[in-house]
């Protein structure tokens, strides 16, 4: 089958139709390749074998734009906050991880009136505190 110009135009326009924004980041040495955030969620690496690269190099020759760069700064800003979250969510995690795991000690202090060791009591008290302070609800 043989396309005229025409067809192949609107056959590329109904292929790219799910780019709404298009912003070119440039390469940061040790952070992050040449790359295009696609409806500012998807990040597309530039390599001619991806095929979302080839869809915006397609929308890029049917919709003649000006990419705004991004600033450097921006972009090492931007993967810190990225960074912080994930650690944010570890630690979030863990100290959840560490009260249900010790959750016994309450249990068994409360039903045989057995103590609860001083490091465990000083623990919980920080995972709970850590959590208080990020806005996260402890539920035994």
């Known amino acids: ?6 067809e192949l135009e609107i056959m590329n326009r109904n292929e790219c139709d799910d780019i709404q924004t298009l912003e070119y980041l440039p390469e940061v040495q040790g952070v992050s390749p040449e790359s295009y955030r696609v409806n500012g969620k998807m990040y597309v690496p530039v390599d001619t074998q991806n095929p979302d690269y080839i869809k915006i190099i397609k929308f890029l020759e049917l919709n003649p734009v000006i990419l705004q760069e991004k600033q450097i700064s921006e972009v090492v800003a931007e993967k810190e906050q990225f960074e912080n979250s994930v650690q ?13 795991e010790t959750d016994f000690y309450v249990i068994r202090k409360y039903e045989e009136n057995i103590d609860i060791p001083t490091d465990i009591i000083t623990r919980r008290a920080e995972a709970k505190e850590f959590l208080r302070s990020n806005n996260i609800t402890y539920t035994v």
């Open 1 to 6: 089958m043989i396309l005229t110009p025409e």
């Open 88 to 100: 944010l969510l570890k630690d979030v995690s863990s100290n959840q991880q560490f009260l249900n």
